[in-house]
T-cell receptor, first 116, second 112 residues
Framework: DAGVIQSPRHEVTEMGQEVTLRCKPISGHNSLFWYRQTMMRGLELLIYFNNNVPIDDSGMPEDRFSAKMPNASFSTLKIQPSEPRDSAVYFC??????????????FGPGTRLLVL | KQEVTQIPAALSVPEGENLVLNCSFTDSAIYNLQWFRQDPGKGLTSLLLIQSSQREQTSGRLNASLDKSSGRSTLYIAASQPGDSATYLCAVYMDSNYQLIWGAGTKLIIKP
């Protein structure tokens, strides 16, 4: 398996622009997580999907952030409009288990976002 | 509220030394504890997972121990190599909760 795939790997955009990050989880995995990592705050869970359904989006910073999972093999995280404070590395991770199954998470390589 | 702490934040040792990384947590009601490795510019890779009922797990030169009652875990790396240089993070799952609670990590540098 190719592992978790994320695109783009790097994104530079100007404040106010829309940014869309993409993730393809490992085939057969039922859970998908979006994280944000910064030096100041470390790893933060943004949203958790199980069987394509958003279970917990309490970590989404504000309404400018939205995430979708239209099918088991694809998810997007969208920021509209983007702001400089959104600059971070965004990771997607997937795991095999069902709801609340505490299993190993497999991480993608991340998208490094810079908002100017 | 569970808090996970990793001290030190950074560690530099000569190649060949054995070393120990520390992880502590405030609430002992964990389901499991995991150690991850993060290389610069890359994602996280799971190294070891210890269930709450276990005391240790081993993989190659890595050995992770868990003492739930004292809220501590250690990651022992034997015969360190420059390729071991990375940031090591520990994270815990609480019972009936899908959210990993993360430490801030220890940045390890192995000097040739």
């Amino acid at each position: 398996d190719a592992g978790v795939i994320q695109s783009p790997r790097h994104e530079v955009t100007e404040m106010g622009q829309e940014v869309t990050l993409r993730c393809k989880p490992i085939s057969g995995h039922n859970s998908l997580f979006w994280y944000r990592q910064t030096m100041m705050r470390g790893l933060e869970l943004l949203i958790y999907f199980n069987n394509n359904v958003p279970i917990d989006d309490s970590g989404m910073p504000e309404d400018r952030f939205s995430a979708k999972m239209p099918n088991a093999s694809f998810s997007t995280l969208k920021i509209q409009p983007s702001e400089p404070r959104d600059s971070a590395v965004y990771f997607c991770a997937s795991s095999l288990g069902g709801l609340a199954a505490q299993e190993t998470q497999y991480f993608g390589p991340g998208t490094r976002l810079l908002v100017l | 509220k569970q808090e996970v702490t990793q001290i030190p934040a950074a560690l530099s040792v000569p190649e060949g030394e054995n070393l120990v990384l520390n992880c502590s947590f405030t609430d002992s009601a964990i389901y499991n504890l995991q150690w991850f490795r993060q290389d610069p510019g890359k994602g996280l890779t799971s190294l070891l997972l210890i269930q709450s009922s276990q005391r240790e797990q081993t993989s190659g030169r890595l050995n992770a121990s868990l003492d739930k009652s004292s809220g501590r875990s250690t990651l022992y790396i034997a015969a360190s190599q420059p390729g071991d240089s990375a940031t090591y993070l520990c994270a815990v799952y609480m019972d009936s909760n899908y959210q990993l609670i993360w430490g801030a990590g220890t940045k390890l540098i192995i000097k040739p």
